[in-house]
């Protein structure tokens, strides 16, 4: 954008889903209460957010995320290896689009295995790629009963709502 | 190459008369045989020169004063450009090859000569058999019960066939045939057969008979020897016992063929020891027994000749006190000669098993 | 020896430090030794065991020659010599000065724990509640904040890490000698003068927590190769009783990940580190020699870079022998496997075809790390020439090149400060030695010398007559005869006899000397026939002349022969110093040669330099490079004019005698025979491209070894040509028996090539089959951009190579590519064949010298990493190609580095006899000669003429090895005698 369409920034701001989960956490403008998320998660850092991003713009949200799992959760694991050496889960790049499925199935095998190494029962993602790839494939390597869920979706779910 | 050699004499004259030729066809400058001397019929090694005089040696006698290895060595310490044929027990053999090794003597000058060697008989023995026998070498050769009346140390070796000679004088399968077969062992042996003559013809019929019936015998001997010499070192209480009488004459030493030091160490400064030394041990103990050292003394040697000994018995023939020593060091000689799969004599590039270091291999 | 005023400074006391400290102080000078850990020894105390032999060896550091006993200490506990000064917990805060004459500030940091109280008694360490991980194990294990810094020396003081202490006070409670002081104190010292300083401040090795794909602090099996060391040691964090740190189950497969740290283009690592293929061999033996034979030991690799002249070998060795794995495959990550503890690898086999496997442990073979950069107040210095560091820019290097670049740091400062090392030693015995006991030890050669005195009327003598008896003597004799008549002057004559005669002592026979001896003793002196090599005769005695006119030759020889006898059976004294000749004898006037030559000449010794062929350089003129072969030129040039340095070319070292310090030899030229001595003789005689029929090279004219394939290239008339393919095959006939060595410029030649022959054909087919592409430290780079510029890049295994066939006139190259999976048939208008290198053929020179030569034909030096300039024998010295395969820069350094090592035997004026030396009673001596072979530094010999064995005793190190083999203690050690050893044992143990 910055390189095309530079007068788009004289209008629009422009923010990550992470900024502005932290501006609203840290402004106050939501709360969160953590026990309501009382199970036990692990955070996944996608390529795109991570890696790619700290390649082409300098910069990887690696730290940004785990503030706001802290805030929600209170008993999260990173994986193994984690940030910038984490695993890809394999549906980028529009695989998820394709017929390729079989190809795809065996392109998460290792995410699978990083995830069934923690043990746990919920996996916490910020990319839909990343959700819908994990979620397709998780029946597949036996593990039918893990959550997938998106970062806000956590945040959500810890949300406190003012009765008034 | 095999010859037979005057098949009209009787062997021991055959096997004179084959001495005398290598002297008369210029075959070697000299002999170095047992020759019964006009003194004594014990046989001495002597050096000859003259071959009339080879009628009176008596190379087939079943008796050696002397390991006549060391007198070998002498007469070959150095190269003096004259051929010396060598007449010797395979065990002396073995023991000559081995003080090659050691710089001691030179074998290229010598023509070895050795034969199927049925053992020797004591000083005394010997003297006693030469006493009522014209022809002690033939007499023994054809009576089996004075073949078992040789000395301990012979009756229990299972090496009496030569090796790494030049010329072997076959005896096993022979005592009733006449003349000497002769065998090559090698180029220098094979050339002088071939100028000696006489008829090419094989192995005598009857000797590897002959030689496993030896044999057999000599095992049972042997495995006898060397559990009772076992037993009377079973450990240090027991090993002190056996040698009680010993006087550190060091007659066993001197008789020995491969104990070659010019000064044994324990008639140097080493073991001289001074009166405080002597004072101290005895005041540490209560009581010292002069001469001290007498177990030492045994064990060194053993420490440093054990894979060398050639098993010829010289050290229980002389010992005054009557102590077996050779059935001693013939026990752990074998047992040490296992370990290092080193037989002294078999092979003469084989340097001493101590001396070889062996590298990029990794110890278990 | 004295110490001087002058001193030099040496930064870091590791193996490098060390070496250097060692080095400066044998060569007669002062050296502060600075350390700023709390002791010395550098990596070496962690690990226990090196390649060749699988031993340590540090110690062979020590001086051998002119040894000080007190001073032979084992390197990993301390260093003990007169010369050197050692600081620890201290470090370099200024130098300001000028080079040559700095003033330097060592800052020390107070250890807390007093010298001088303390016992050893360990009772702080046991009360100190702080735990850290602990270093020296590479954070395999833990240690308390008051610590010994290395567990296997328990002379070591404790020492207190003030970084992690808490100051609870505890430990000063618990000591019983109140030797433990809290208060961190800083003590400044001002050094001066200080000459020059010399930084080998070492290379950290690169931390694996860095990136976690591997682990490393997540996965408790996964450790550094260091870590891995320190576990299986014995003074380790198991005590020598090694388990898997997880849970303590014995380890029985291990895994080593090649390239952490290194060949790492993402974290910016490109280079190669150089050492971690060979340690990881070295350890995957370990590990077998210390958990058990059947230890399933794999090493993950892309290439195996054992490049050292014996490294094959023992590589070969582990993998057939001993069942070492090798998979050529880089991990990607280590993931834990199923049962706790266990932990997984996936790699991609020969093949191509995926595998995994699961491990108890797995070492990462971590090289260099970020270089450190020298201090602005080093840095800003550097180019001055009086501080020299052992190249941390080289990257890391194994203990060889650390040695060698000691040397030649050591060696390249003195050169540029211009220091006269010989005016250092004075002989403390202040009994000058005595040339005449080399001499002795030759078979005795007479030089009769006639002095015709024609100006004394009477007595008269017929000399012929008396010449022809003499003549005629049975022994080597030679006659000449000198006329003394008024006003002439003999020094020319008398000098040319002297010098030219073969003889090696001296009979003097005269009708009159009288007034003519003192003169002549001298002369004699000067020209190293001493006094007890002479003999006088002076026919003008009453006894011989008896007044009469004429002397009959009769009467004239009774006392010739006399003398003569004495002369030929005249034995030396005993216990007499050797005196050193301050000159050496350099043979090869190669790069190393060359280098050695002028190193020496400018350090003021007086080089021969001896050259077979009949121009000197070497394969330096060879060299197609310009810019490597320009330091040969000069090299070349600055031999030429040097004043100190004879060259001898078309020549060759005939014969040799004498021992280290004073050799005698003869120079072979054409039908000359030039007669010179030295104190040392530095081989440096070369190599030559191999020869070999591998792929049919020789028989196809577009086979070419790699040298004239490089010729070729170079050539402008190249570039004209039309060019399609070129492939290139290493290791063609080498690294497989029976030249089963890498020769270690074949691969960077190769990469060379190719890249020029891209720039020329930007789309020309360049294809390299190879086994390991030897790119150590640096030229990594140069692999990493060949394969930028599209050169394609094939492995093969020594069991399936490439093929060579023609195809009419076309010449095709057959192989399999796994990467592609699929078989190459390339069509070649060139093969270039990567053929090594050998040696010249050197076994009659190394037999005179009594220099063992390797199965290969390099000459073996003493040890391949302690002393890899040296050999056996103290006098000689070897560099370069004639010792291994190695670039011409490397030999240039080698060259530096043997020159140091010789200054250090030639600066000294005499060498004395050392203790601890073996001694021969000749009179119970059986002549058996055992004992001769059975020395391992060739330190005995028979003398000719009573066939007696003589101990060399500069050469005699005082092993024992002769003692224990003679049975009758014919030979024994002085001052630990049988009967000495005997009653202290007694006293010991009744």
Redesign the interface.
């Given at each position: 954008m910055e390189k095309w369409h530079p007068e788009f920034f004289d209008r629009y701001e422009t923010a990550t889903v992470f900024d502005l989960l932290i501006e609203y956490l840290k402004s106050g403008r939501i709360r969160v209460d953590k026990s309501v998320n009382n199970v036990r998660a692990a955070y996944h850092d996608p390529c795109n957010y991570g890696r790619k991003s700290q390649e082409l713009f300098g910069h990887g949200y690696f730290d940004e995320p785990r503030w706001v799992m802290d805030q929600c959760m209170s008993d999260w694991v990173d994986l193994?290896?984690?940030?910038g050496?984490q695993y890809c889960c394999g549906g980028g790049g529009g695989t998820l689009l394709t017929p390729f499925k079989d190809e795809r199935t065996h392109y998460g095998r290792?995410k699978i295995?990083q995830i069934r190494?923690t043990g746990v029962g919920t996996i916490v993602v910020p990319c839909h790629s990343c959700h819908g790839q994990i979620k397709a494939i998780a029946a597949a390597y036996d593990m039918p009963d893990l959550t997938v869920k998106y970062l806000w979706e956590v945040v959500a779910d810890a949300l406190v709502i003012d009765p008034d | 190459m095999i010859v037979e050699f005057e098949n009209t004499l009787n062997t021991p004259d055959a096997v004179r008369a084959f001495l005398k030729r290598l002297l008369d066809d210029a075959l070697a400058d000299a002999v170095l045989t047992a020759f019964a001397s006009p003194h004594s019929p014990l046989p001495m090694p002597t050096l000859m020169i003259d071959s009339q005089l080879l009628d009176r040696a008596v190379p087939l006698a079943p008796a050696a004063p002397l390991n006549t290895a060391r007198m070998a060595a002498r007469v070959l310490s150095k190269d003096i450009g004259k051929r010396i044929a060598v007449v010797l027990r395979p065990c002396e053999i073995r023991a000559l090859i081995e003080m090659e090794k050691l710089s001691q003597c030179t074998l290229d000058p010598a023509i070895l000569i050795s034969m199927d060697c049925f053992g020797r008989m004591e000083n005394d023995r010997y003297l006693e058999l030469a006493a009522t026998q014209d022809d002690p070498e033939s007499a023994f050769y054809a009576t089996p019960d004075l073949q078992e009346a040789v000395c301990p140390s012979c009756r229990a070796c299972l090496r009496f066939i030569p090796e790494n000679v030049d010329v072997t004088l076959c005896l096993a399968g022979q005592s009733d045939k006449k003349g000497v077969t002769l065998v090559s062992g090698s180029l220098k042996g094979e050339k002088v057969l071939k100028k000696l003559g006489g008829t090419s013809t094989d192995l005598p019929l009857g000797r590897q008979a002959d030689i496993d019936r030896i044999m057999a015998r000599r095992q049972t001997h042997r495995e006898e020897m060397t559990t009772g010499a076992a037993a009377r070192m079973a450990d240090m209480a027991v090993f002190q016992q056996t040698i009680a009488n010993c006087l550190n004459c060091y007659n066993c030493r001197v008789a020995c063929p491969v104990c070659y030091c010019k000064e044994c160490v324990f008639v140097t400064d080493v073991f001289a020891h001074r009166p405080e030394i002597l004072m101290g041990r005895a005041m540490k103990k209560g009581a010292v027994k002069i001469p001290t050292d007498t177990t030492m003394f045994h064990l060194t040697r053993m420490a440093h000749i054990a894979h060398a000994c050639v098993g010829c018995g010289q050290c229980s023939s002389v010992c005054p006190s009557s102590i077996p020593v050779a059935d001693l060091f013939i026990t752990v000689s074998e047992k040490v000669q296992e370990h290092y799969g080193y037989i002294p004599g078999q092979d003469p590039q084989r340097p001493w098993p101590f001396l070889v270091v062996e590298t990029d291999k990794q110890v278990e | 020896m004295e110490k001087t005023k002058s001193q030099f400074l040496v930064l870091g006391a590791g193996v490098g430090g060390i070496c250097s400290a060692i080095d400066l102080a044998e060569t007669g000078y002062s050296v502060t030794l600075v350390e700023k850990g709390p002791r010395t020894g550098g990596i070496m105390p962690q690990l226990d065991h090196q390649f060749p032999d699988d031993h340590c060896g540090m110690c062979r550091m020590l001086p051998m020659v002119d040894r000080e006993p007190g001073a032979q200490t084992c390197l990993k506990r301390g260093l003990s010599h007169p010369n050197i000064r050692i600081l620890t917990h201290t470090t370099l805060t200024d130098l300001s000065g000028n080079p040559g004459d700095y003033t330097a500030v060592l800052t020390s940091v107070s250890r807390g724990v007093d010298a001088l109280r303390c016992t050893r008694c360990m009772a702080c360490i046991d009360v100190c509640p702080v735990s850290v991980l602990d270093a020296f194990n590479d954070r395999a294990g833990d240690r308390n904040a008051i610590y010994q810094p290395f567990f296997g020396n328990p002379e070591a003081l404790p020492t207190i890490d003030w970084d992690n202490c808490t100051r609870c006070g505890e430990c000063a409670q618990a000591c019983p000698n109140s030797a433990i002081d809290l208060e961190r104190v800083e003590l400044t010292e001002s050094v001066a003068p200080v000459s020059g300083v010399i930084v080998a401040g070492g290379n950290p090795l690169y931390d694996p927590a860095v990136t976690d794909l591997y682990g490393y602090g997540v996965l408790p099996n996964v450790v550094t190769a260091t870590a891995f060391e320190r576990i299986l040691s014995g003074s380790g964090p198991f005590r020598g009783q090694p388990v898997r740190p997880s849970d303590g189950h014995p380890i029985r497969r291990v895994a080593w990940i090649q390239c952490v740290g290194s060949r790492n283009v993402m974290i910016g690592a490109g280079h190669c580190s150089s050492t971690c293929c060979m340690f990881a061999v070295k350890e995957a033996l370990l590990a077998k020699k210390t958990l058990g034979s059947d230890t399933d030991t794999t090493i993950f690799y892309m290439d195996m870079r054992t490049y050292g002249r014996d490294s094959q070998r023992y590589r070969d060795r582990a993998e057939e022998e001993s069942g070492v794995r090798f998979i050529r495959c880089r991990i990607h990550s280590v993931d834990p496997a199923d049962d706790p503890g266990d932990l997984k690898l996936t790699y991609l086999d020969d093949l191509g075809q995926p595998g995994e496997a699961t491990f108890d442990m797995v070492v990462l073979s971590t090289g260099a790390g970020v270089q450190k950069e020298l201090p602005p107040l080093l840095a800003d210095k550097t180019d001055q020439g009086a501080v020299v560091t052992i190249g941390p820019e080289a990257g890391l290097q194994d203990i060889r090149e650390t040695v060698l670049r000691a040397h030649g740091a050591v060696s390249s400062l003195l050169e540029k400060l211009n220091m006269d090392s010989r005016a250092k030693t004075i002989p403390k015995t202040g009994r000058a030695g005595d040339k005449s006991v080399n001499r002795f030890m030759q078979q005795p050669v007479i030089q009769v010398l006639v002095l015709d005195n024609g100006v004394v009327k009477a007595p008269q003598v017929e000399w012929p007559a008396i010449e022809g008896r003499l003549e005629r003597s049975p022994g080597n004799i030679f006659v000449n005869r000198l006329s003394i008549i008024d006003g002439k002057d003999l020094s020319l004559e008398l000098e040319t006899v002297l010098k030219e005669t073969r003889g090696n002592r001296l009979l003097v026979v005269s009708n009159h000397i009288a007034g003519y001896r003192a003169t002549l003793t001298k002369r004699f002196e000067e020209a190293g026939f001493s006094a007890p090599l002479v003999e006088w005769v002076d026919l003008n005695r009453n006894d011989v002349s008896m007044g009469t006119e004429t002397i009959q030759p009769d009467a004239a020889m009774k006392p010739i022969q006399v003398a003569l006898m004495r002369l030929l059976h005249k034995r030396p004294s005993r216990g007499m110093a050797q005196v050193v000749e301050n000159s050496a004898l350099v043979i090869g006037a190669g790069p190393a040669g060359l280098s050695a030559a002028v190193s020496l000449a400018e350090q003021g010794v007086v080089v021969h330099l001896v050259e077979k062929e009949i121009s000197i350089g070497g394969n330096g003129p060879r060299i197609q490079d310009e810019h490597q072969r320009r330091p040969i030129d000069q090299l070349i040039v600055r031999a030429k004019g040097h004043p100190n340095i004879s060259i001898h070319t078309g020549a060759t070292l005939g014969a040799l005698s004498g021992r280290p310090g004073h050799f005698e030899g003869w120079v072979v030229k054409e039908n000359m025979e030039i007669p010179l001595s030295f104190g040392a003789a530095i081989i440096a005689t070369g190599g030559t491209p191999a020869i070999t029929e591998a792929y049919g090279m020789g028989k196809h004219p577009p086979l070419v070894s790699h040298f004239d394939f490089e010729k070729k290239v170079l050539d402008p008339r190249f570039a004209e040509d039309t060019l399609n393919t070129v492939v290139m095959i290493q290791c063609a006939g080498s690294r497989e028996e029976p030249r089963n060595y890498c020769s270690r410029t074949c691969c960077v030649k190769a990469l060379d090539n190719a890249l020029r022959v891209r720039q020329l054909f930007p789309h020309a087919r360049i294809v390299i089959f190879y086994r390991d592409i030897m790119t150590y430290g640096k030229s990594e780079e140069l692999y990493a951009k060949a394969r930028t510029r599209r050169i394609r890049f094939i492995p093969f295994n020594k069991s399936k190579p490439p093929v060579v066939r023609t195809e009419g006139d076309t010449v095709v190259v057959d192989g399999f590519d796994p990467v592609m999976g699929e078989a190459v048939h390339l069509k070649a208008d060139w093969v270039s064949l990567a053929v090594g290198m050998v040696p010249k053929p050197i076994h009659d020179l190394c037999r005179l010298l009594e220099v063992p030569v390797t199965p290969d034909g390099f000459v073996h030096e003493a040890d391949a990493k302690w002393r890899p300039v040296d050999t056996i024998n103290p006098g000689v010295f070897v560099c370069g190609l004639a010792k291994g395969p190695l670039r011409a820069d490397e030999a240039v350094a080698e060259g530096t580095a043997a020159a140091l090592r010789a200054l250090r035997l030639l600066n000294r004026t005499e060498l004395a006899p050392q203790r601890h030396s073996a001694v021969v009673r000749h009179a119970i001596c059986s002549r058996c000669y055992l004992c001769v072979d059975s020395c391992p530094y060739g330190a005995r010999f028979v003398e000719p003429v009573l066939g007696q064995v003589e101990v060399d005793p500069v050469a005699c190190q005082g092993c024992g090895t002769c003692a224990s083999v003679c049975p009758n203690s014919a030979t024994v050690m002085g001052e630990n005698e049988d009967f000495t050893v005997m009653n202290v044992i007694e006293a010991a143990l009744m």
């Amino acid at each position: 954008m910055e390189k095309w369409h530079p007068e788009f920034f004289d209008r629009y701001e422009t923010a990550t889903v992470f900024d502005l989960l932290i501006e609203y956490l840290k402004s106050g403008r939501i709360r969160v209460d953590k026990s309501v998320n009382n199970v036990r998660a692990a955070y996944h850092d996608p390529c795109n957010y991570g890696r790619k991003s700290q390649e082409l713009f300098g910069h990887g949200y690696f730290d940004e995320p785990r503030w706001v799992m802290d805030q929600c959760m209170s008993d999260w694991v990173d994986l193994f290896p984690s940030r910038g050496n984490q695993y890809c889960c394999g549906g980028g790049g529009g695989t998820l689009l394709t017929p390729f499925k079989d190809e795809r199935t065996h392109y998460g095998r290792k995410k699978i295995e990083q995830i069934r190494r923690t043990g746990v029962g919920t996996i916490v993602v910020p990319c839909h790629s990343c959700h819908g790839q994990i979620k397709a494939i998780a029946a597949a390597y036996d593990m039918p009963d893990l959550t997938v869920k998106y970062l806000w979706e956590v945040v959500a779910d810890a949300l406190v709502i003012d009765p008034d | 190459m095999i010859v037979e050699f005057e098949n009209t004499l009787n062997t021991p004259d055959a096997v004179r008369a084959f001495l005398k030729r290598l002297l008369d066809d210029a075959l070697a400058d000299a002999v170095l045989t047992a020759f019964a001397s006009p003194h004594s019929p014990l046989p001495m090694p002597t050096l000859m020169i003259d071959s009339q005089l080879l009628d009176r040696a008596v190379p087939l006698a079943p008796a050696a004063p002397l390991n006549t290895a060391r007198m070998a060595a002498r007469v070959l310490s150095k190269d003096i450009g004259k051929r010396i044929a060598v007449v010797l027990r395979p065990c002396e053999i073995r023991a000559l090859i081995e003080m090659e090794k050691l710089s001691q003597c030179t074998l290229d000058p010598a023509i070895l000569i050795s034969m199927d060697c049925f053992g020797r008989m004591e000083n005394d023995r010997y003297l006693e058999l030469a006493a009522t026998q014209d022809d002690p070498e033939s007499a023994f050769y054809a009576t089996p019960d004075l073949q078992e009346a040789v000395c301990p140390s012979c009756r229990a070796c299972l090496r009496f066939i030569p090796e790494n000679v030049d010329v072997t004088l076959c005896l096993a399968g022979q005592s009733d045939k006449k003349g000497v077969t002769l065998v090559s062992g090698s180029l220098k042996g094979e050339k002088v057969l071939k100028k000696l003559g006489g008829t090419s013809t094989d192995l005598p019929l009857g000797r590897q008979a002959d030689i496993d019936r030896i044999m057999a015998r000599r095992q049972t001997h042997r495995e006898e020897m060397t559990t009772g010499a076992a037993a009377r070192m079973a450990d240090m209480a027991v090993f002190q016992q056996t040698i009680a009488n010993c006087l550190n004459c060091y007659n066993c030493r001197v008789a020995c063929p491969v104990c070659y030091c010019k000064e044994c160490v324990f008639v140097t400064d080493v073991f001289a020891h001074r009166p405080e030394i002597l004072m101290g041990r005895a005041m540490k103990k209560g009581a010292v027994k002069i001469p001290t050292d007498t177990t030492m003394f045994h064990l060194t040697r053993m420490a440093h000749i054990a894979h060398a000994c050639v098993g010829c018995g010289q050290c229980s023939s002389v010992c005054p006190s009557s102590i077996p020593v050779a059935d001693l060091f013939i026990t752990v000689s074998e047992k040490v000669q296992e370990h290092y799969g080193y037989i002294p004599g078999q092979d003469p590039q084989r340097p001493w098993p101590f001396l070889v270091v062996e590298t990029d291999k990794q110890v278990e | 020896m004295e110490k001087t005023k002058s001193q030099f400074l040496v930064l870091g006391a590791g193996v490098g430090g060390i070496c250097s400290a060692i080095d400066l102080a044998e060569t007669g000078y002062s050296v502060t030794l600075v350390e700023k850990g709390p002791r010395t020894g550098g990596i070496m105390p962690q690990l226990d065991h090196q390649f060749p032999d699988d031993h340590c060896g540090m110690c062979r550091m020590l001086p051998m020659v002119d040894r000080e006993p007190g001073a032979q200490t084992c390197l990993k506990r301390g260093l003990s010599h007169p010369n050197i000064r050692i600081l620890t917990h201290t470090t370099l805060t200024d130098l300001s000065g000028n080079p040559g004459d700095y003033t330097a500030v060592l800052t020390s940091v107070s250890r807390g724990v007093d010298a001088l109280r303390c016992t050893r008694c360990m009772a702080c360490i046991d009360v100190c509640p702080v735990s850290v991980l602990d270093a020296f194990n590479d954070r395999a294990g833990d240690r308390n904040a008051i610590y010994q810094p290395f567990f296997g020396n328990p002379e070591a003081l404790p020492t207190i890490d003030w970084d992690n202490c808490t100051r609870c006070g505890e430990c000063a409670q618990a000591c019983p000698n109140s030797a433990i002081d809290l208060e961190r104190v800083e003590l400044t010292e001002s050094v001066a003068p200080v000459s020059g300083v010399i930084v080998a401040g070492g290379n950290p090795l690169y931390d694996p927590a860095v990136t976690d794909l591997y682990g490393y602090g997540v996965l408790p099996n996964v450790v550094t190769a260091t870590a891995f060391e320190r576990i299986l040691s014995g003074s380790g964090p198991f005590r020598g009783q090694p388990v898997r740190p997880s849970d303590g189950h014995p380890i029985r497969r291990v895994a080593w990940i090649q390239c952490v740290g290194s060949r790492n283009v993402m974290i910016g690592a490109g280079h190669c580190s150089s050492t971690c293929c060979m340690f990881a061999v070295k350890e995957a033996l370990l590990a077998k020699k210390t958990l058990g034979s059947d230890t399933d030991t794999t090493i993950f690799y892309m290439d195996m870079r054992t490049y050292g002249r014996d490294s094959q070998r023992y590589r070969d060795r582990a993998e057939e022998e001993s069942g070492v794995r090798f998979i050529r495959c880089r991990i990607h990550s280590v993931d834990p496997a199923d049962d706790p503890g266990d932990l997984k690898l996936t790699y991609l086999d020969d093949l191509g075809q995926p595998g995994e496997a699961t491990f108890d442990m797995v070492v990462l073979s971590t090289g260099a790390g970020v270089q450190k950069e020298l201090p602005p107040l080093l840095a800003d210095k550097t180019d001055q020439g009086a501080v020299v560091t052992i190249g941390p820019e080289a990257g890391l290097q194994d203990i060889r090149e650390t040695v060698l670049r000691a040397h030649g740091a050591v060696s390249s400062l003195l050169e540029k400060l211009n220091m006269d090392s010989r005016a250092k030693t004075i002989p403390k015995t202040g009994r000058a030695g005595d040339k005449s006991v080399n001499r002795f030890m030759q078979q005795p050669v007479i030089q009769v010398l006639v002095l015709d005195n024609g100006v004394v009327k009477a007595p008269q003598v017929e000399w012929p007559a008396i010449e022809g008896r003499l003549e005629r003597s049975p022994g080597n004799i030679f006659v000449n005869r000198l006329s003394i008549i008024d006003g002439k002057d003999l020094s020319l004559e008398l000098e040319t006899v002297l010098k030219e005669t073969r003889g090696n002592r001296l009979l003097v026979v005269s009708n009159h000397i009288a007034g003519y001896r003192a003169t002549l003793t001298k002369r004699f002196e000067e020209a190293g026939f001493s006094a007890p090599l002479v003999e006088w005769v002076d026919l003008n005695r009453n006894d011989v002349s008896m007044g009469t006119e004429t002397i009959q030759p009769d009467a004239a020889m009774k006392p010739i022969q006399v003398a003569l006898m004495r002369l030929l059976h005249k034995r030396p004294s005993r216990g007499m110093a050797q005196v050193v000749e301050n000159s050496a004898l350099v043979i090869g006037a190669g790069p190393a040669g060359l280098s050695a030559a002028v190193s020496l000449a400018e350090q003021g010794v007086v080089v021969h330099l001896v050259e077979k062929e009949i121009s000197i350089g070497g394969n330096g003129p060879r060299i197609q490079d310009e810019h490597q072969r320009r330091p040969i030129d000069q090299l070349i040039v600055r031999a030429k004019g040097h004043p100190n340095i004879s060259i001898h070319t078309g020549a060759t070292l005939g014969a040799l005698s004498g021992r280290p310090g004073h050799f005698e030899g003869w120079v072979v030229k054409e039908n000359m025979e030039i007669p010179l001595s030295f104190g040392a003789a530095i081989i440096a005689t070369g190599g030559t491209p191999a020869i070999t029929e591998a792929y049919g090279m020789g028989k196809h004219p577009p086979l070419v070894s790699h040298f004239d394939f490089e010729k070729k290239v170079l050539d402008p008339r190249f570039a004209e040509d039309t060019l399609n393919t070129v492939v290139m095959i290493q290791c063609a006939g080498s690294r497989e028996e029976p030249r089963n060595y890498c020769s270690r410029t074949c691969c960077v030649k190769a990469l060379d090539n190719a890249l020029r022959v891209r720039q020329l054909f930007p789309h020309a087919r360049i294809v390299i089959f190879y086994r390991d592409i030897m790119t150590y430290g640096k030229s990594e780079e140069l692999y990493a951009k060949a394969r930028t510029r599209r050169i394609r890049f094939i492995p093969f295994n020594k069991s399936k190579p490439p093929v060579v066939r023609t195809e009419g006139d076309t010449v095709v190259v057959d192989g399999f590519d796994p990467v592609m999976g699929e078989a190459v048939h390339l069509k070649a208008d060139w093969v270039s064949l990567a053929v090594g290198m050998v040696p010249k053929p050197i076994h009659d020179l190394c037999r005179l010298l009594e220099v063992p030569v390797t199965p290969d034909g390099f000459v073996h030096e003493a040890d391949a990493k302690w002393r890899p300039v040296d050999t056996i024998n103290p006098g000689v010295f070897v560099c370069g190609l004639a010792k291994g395969p190695l670039r011409a820069d490397e030999a240039v350094a080698e060259g530096t580095a043997a020159a140091l090592r010789a200054l250090r035997l030639l600066n000294r004026t005499e060498l004395a006899p050392q203790r601890h030396s073996a001694v021969v009673r000749h009179a119970i001596c059986s002549r058996c000669y055992l004992c001769v072979d059975s020395c391992p530094y060739g330190a005995r010999f028979v003398e000719p003429v009573l066939g007696q064995v003589e101990v060399d005793p500069v050469a005699c190190q005082g092993c024992g090895t002769c003692a224990s083999v003679c049975p009758n203690s014919a030979t024994v050690m002085g001052e630990n005698e049988d009967f000495t050893v005997m009653n202290v044992i007694e006293a010991a143990l009744m």
